[in-house]
């Protein structure tokens, strides 16, 4: 079986946000993760989840975190005419004149919200 990436990315996910929240000053349990990737990095949110629900264990205060992965598309301008567009395959060609583009964005993969489990719902 290929070498699955997600692994990786699943890791980076919880050390990233275990660093934010200690940069906060926040001890709290986490309840949930708003992860996004650009598609360009081909991330399959599935395989993704899956590795963060492994890895997650070894992490006390994300234990009963979920993970939500939004994908992110492709942007990419024309070196032609200049059209911007999104592309959600990563086919490099302006739909207006068929010229190659160049890609702007689809690569960035970002911690968007880590949310805080709510202490007064514990129990
Ligand atoms: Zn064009």
Redesign the pocket.
């Known amino acids: 079986m290929a070498a699955v990436h997600e692994v990786g990315i699943a890791r980076t996910i919880l050390e990233m946000a275990e660093r934010e929240l200690a940069d906060r000053g926040v001890s709290d349990e986490v309840e949930r993760i708003v992860f996004s990737a650009g598609r360009l990095n081909a991330v399959i949110p599935e395989i993704l989840v899956f590795n963060f629900d492994v890895l997650k264990r070894d992490f006390p205060r994300f234990a009963g975190a979920l993970l939500e992965v939004e994908e992110t598309p492709i942007r990419a301008r ?6 911007g567009f999104e592309i959600d395959e990563p086919l490099f060609v ?6 190659p ?1 160049a890609v702007e964005s689809g690569r960035e993969m970002i911690l968007q919200r880590i949310v805080i489990r709510d202490p007064s719902k514990a129990g």
């Open positions: 024309c070196r032609a005419c200049a059209k302006c739909p207006d004149c068929g010229s583009a």
